[in-house]
């Protein structure tokens, strides 16, 4: 080992650099940035591929072939010693293992490795499977289901059902049918009782109001006979 070699641990304390602190501090006058230029100043930035001016490396070299980034799937990762926390005989599916946070964040599907050993029987489905995860899931009693991923999505993107499907499906059922129809009449006859009552009850109000008049008319009378006596005395 070399004295160039000797490293901290990465948990231990390092002194902060202490900056403009004069010819004793170990940085000298200038802080340890040298003399004039844009480096020197505060506020400097520049691009990341930025050589002074000249042609930039990355623009320099030749571009060939392609790039699969803008289409790249991204798979989650499953061993077989993460599948052993499931109990004996369950199913294991996407939604389980994303449950349970063996398959996070964002991924187009998930497969299965035969790393570790697995003890118990399951039926694992997934998108895809590793020859060694096969033979040890069905060593240990379990079985395998490839998921398809174009299946997966056509299920997804499966549009709800519209009415003509839903009237096709209640016409498929004619005792349903008959029920609708029973209640539909009884709701019409309900709502008939409604009007009459409120028939009746504006027929009521209208009683009332020629009973205040017919009382209004006898108080009427009264007042005029007490002013022809009154006149005779």
Known sequence: MKLHDVRNKPSARRPRKRVGRGHGSGTG??????????????????????????M??????PKRGFSNYPFRKAWAEVNLS???????GSTVDPAALT???????????IVI??????????????????KTAV????AAGGSVEVISRAAAKAEAAEPPASTADVVEVVADE?????????????????????EDVEVVADDAED????ADDAEDVGDGKDEAAADEDEVTE
């Open 207 to 210: 009683v009332e109001v020629v």
């Open 82 to 88: 993460q599948l052993e926390r499931f109990a004996a």
């Open 135 to 138: 033979a040890k899931i069905e």
């Open 29 to 54: 006058k200038t802080s340890g940035r040298g003399h004039k230029g844009a480096k020197s100043r505060s506020g400097y930035k520049h691009k990341a591929a930025f050589e002074g001016g000249q």
């Open 174 to 194: 004619p005792e349903d049918v008959e029920a609708v129809a029973d209640e539909t009449e009884d709701v019409e006859a309900v709502a008939d009782d409604a």
């Open 56 to 61: 930039p490396l990355v623009r320099r070299i």
């Open 99 to 109: 449950d349970c946070g063996l398959a996070k964040g964002r991924f187009d599907g």
């Open 113 to 130: 490795l035969g790393g570790g050993e697995l003890e118990i029987a399951l039926t694992v489905k997934a998108h895809r499977f590793s």
